[in-house]
């Protein structure tokens, strides 16, 4: 159990464009959901919680205009990275958490290329 | 600031050795997790770690909560190639417990 869709799981954009990712819990309710950054060879960086019919919380120094949270149901969070720039080019990995429970689910993350 | 300081964050070790990686922190934790992550994938749980003290072993690897949930360490012993890749320690910050906050990360080679 616990399984976290995340997709698309590559995408390669041009600048100035938005760019759509999903994140589903398949069998299990999340009300939070955690989008994270890495790059490469470094550990994740916390971007966002996502919490189920409110607004995001975004961590310092992280663009909420830029990087549009949407929790819209208990299994769907989605990132619009807009207006997409080279430099937004990362790898992406959301992570939900089942209500009553420690443990958090990963997604297999979005490698996004901005051309 | 990082809140959750791990070291090494970069082991390169011969088969057969043994190694610990740490991840130590002013904040108090209700848990702590370890995760072993591949390139281009999402990290996979190994281990997670709620009371002070505790200690969780899964085959070759020993893990282990401070007693003051402020810090954890990770024991590989007998390192194989397999082990060869990134672990990562995160903790869940007791006055927010929603949040998950990751350590830097140890990548691991093992050489044969």
């Known amino acids: 159990g616990a399984v976290v869709s995340q997709h698309p799981s590559r995408v390669i954009c041009k600048s100035g464009t938005s760019v759509k990712i999903e994140c589903r819990s398949l069998?299990?309710?999340?009300?939070?959901m955690f989008w994270y950054r890495q790059f490469p060879k470094k550990s994740l960086m916390l971007m966002a919680t996502?919490?189920?019919?409110?607004?995001?919380?975004?961590e310092q120094g992280v663009e909420k205009d830029k990087f549009l949270i949407n929790h819209a149901s208990l299994t769907l969070s989605t990132l619009t990275v807009t207006s997409a720039h080279p430099e937004d080019s990362s790898f992406y990995i959301c992570?939900?958490?089942?209500?009553?429970?420690?443990?958090?689910?990963f997604g297999s993350g979005t490698r996004l290329t901005v051309v | 600031t990082q809140l959750l300081e791990q070291s090494p964050q970069f082991l390169s070790i011969q088969e057969g050795e043994n190694l610990t990686v740490y991840c130590n922190s002013s904040?108090?934790?209700?848990?702590l997790q370890w995760y072993r992550q591949e390139p281009g994938e999402g990290p996979v749980l190994l281990v997670t770690?709620?009371?002070?003290?505790e200690v969780k072993k899964l085959k070759r690897l020993t893990f282990q909560f401070g007693d003051a949930r402020k810090d954890s360490s990770l024991h590989i012993t007998a390192a194989q190639p397999g082990d060869t890749g990134l672990y990562l320690c995160?903790?869940?910050?007791?006055?927010?417990?929603?949040?998950?906050?990751f350590g830097q990360g140890t990548t691991l080679q093992v050489k044969p």
């Open positions: 992570s939900a958490r089942k209500k009553t429970a420690y443990g958090y689910t």
């Open positions: 069998d299990f309710q999340a009300t939070t």
């Open positions: 996502s919490n189920e019919g409110s607004k995001a919380t975004y």
């Open positions: 904040s108090v934790f209700s848990s």
């Open positions: 770690v709620v009371t002070g003290g």
């Open positions: 995160a903790g869940a910050l007791i006055i927010d417990t929603g949040k998950l906050i």
